[in-house]
């Protein structure tokens, strides 16, 4: 399997970010959480879209 960096959202990645927030507040340690996709997956699911 391709994992590529995802292309997120604004709102998206502020999402991830308080996640990591939240991380590092329970842990005390220094969380960096990291969004990929699934190559092969994202162009079954876009080829599905334009099916329908």
């Known amino acids: 399997m391709a994992y590529q960096p995802a292309h997120l959202q ?9 996640y990591e ?3 590092r507040e329970m ?8 969004a990929y996709t699934d190559e092969q ?11 329908i």
């Open 27 to 34: 842990t005390g340690q220094p969380i960096i959480l990291i």
């Open 41 to 51: 997956a994202r162009t079954h699911h876009e080829l599905h879209d334009e099916d």
């Open 10 to 18: 604004q709102s998206e990645l502020t999402e991830l970010q308080q």
């Open 21 to 23: 927030q939240k991380l």
